[in-house]
């Protein structure tokens, strides 16, 4: 064959095949994906993982999937659909803070639920408290209540239980701020996220004492490294961080826009960080200095939960279930 023939043979096909490659391009996945097969539920206010398995706390009960949220399994009291507002894990017992049910417990990884409330103020008979924070110690589980009934008898802020009882007790002397919105540990010790700032357990004083500088009106806190990272729901304050244990803070909106309000933090075992807020999700790779934002398609609403397993981030919405984006 000629050679200026094949030359031009070779040089024709690779650009078919350039050509061909071009009208197919591999387009990454970022459109959320709806999965709520056996998620009897609008609002998911809460997100966990458990050895792989994802626990979302809704509006209508405890849905539990084993299959990465390609089904869900609903768990509830034989009585009630319970109104979960979080979930936490002690090892292999799980406690769930309730709208007015006060707190249940799990031995059995969510299939049966169990009231365990005594010494919870009831505000309202046969209504408890809203539950909606925890945190534990070597000794102790804490719960926390977001706000104050007007009602009387008025229930304490904190309880806490030692974990080889079952009865509660008032843990709020000295707690001057008003409703506890989140829990986080710092060298040992119990702080308090309120709507007047931070608050820690002196134990010297055996009192919680004001905390920090700020009188901000904190939601949720999630370490990453060294950083405490916090949304805080006033105007045009946003994302903080803290390297000191939450005495200081500095903003870090960078990329967000200082409204939006951070409803759930979730991080991947890349050293990424993603937020949620109203209807987007948030991710940071230089630990929360800037923020972009990932997917389409989600519900124009609160995203109140969030977290990764296998690749993929799990958000709950708040009357829309939950979604899933691959990573």
Avoid: H
Avoid at 218 to 228: E, H, M, T
Wanted: charged share 20%.
């Amino acid at each position: 064959m000629d050679i200026k023939l094949t030359i031009l043979l070779t040089v024709s096909l690779f650009f078919f095949f350039s050509c061909k490659k071009d009208d197919n391009p591999i387009v990454p996945n970022t459109k959320w994906e709806k999965i709520n097969v056996g998620v009897e539920a609008r609002t998911v206010y809460d997100l966990q993982v458990f050895n792989n398995t994802i626990f979302a706390g809704t509006d209508s009960g405890v849905c539990v999937s084993n299959d990465t949220g390609k089904t869900w399994t609903n768990y509830n009291t034989e009585d009630k659909r319970l109104n979960i507002r979080k979930i936490f894990f002690d090892n292999n017992i799980i406690y769930v803070g309730t709208k007015d049910a006060g707190v249940y417990v799990s031995y059995d990884f969510g299939i049966q639920w169990t009231p365990t409330n005594i010494g919870i103020q009831t505000p309202i008979a046969p209504s408890y408290p809203e539950i909606s924070s925890f945190i534990s110690d070597s000794n102790y589980i804490y719960a926390g209540l977001p706000s104050i009934s007007l009602n009387r008898p008025k229930p304490a802020q904190i309880y806490r239980k030692r974990k080889d009882r079952d009865k509660w007790e008032p843990f709020d002397t000295g707690l001057e701020a008003i409703g506890v919105r989140a829990f986080y540990k710092y060298e040992e010790r119990i702080y308090a996220g309120t709507w007047e700032g931070v608050c820690v357990f002196e134990p010297v004083l055996s009192k919680w004492i004001k905390f920090g500088e700020s009188n901000l009106s904190f939601v949720r806190f999630y370490w990453k490294k060294s950083s405490l990272f916090s949304s805080v729901e006033q105007q045009n304050i946003g994302i903080m961080i803290s390297s000191n244990g939450g005495y200081s803070w500095r903003s870090a909106n960078t990329g967000i826009g200082s409204d939006d309000i951070a409803w759930s933090f979730s991080g991947d075992n890349k050293n990424n960080i993603y937020c949620t807020s109203y209807g987007t999700v948030f991710s940071s790779s230089d630990e929360g200095n800037t923020w972009i934002r990932i997917g389409d398609g989600l519900p124009q609403e609160s995203i109140l939960s969030s977290v990764v397993i296998d690749n993929y981030i799990f958000v709950g919405s708040n009357w829309d279930g939950v979604w899933k984006l691959k990573l």
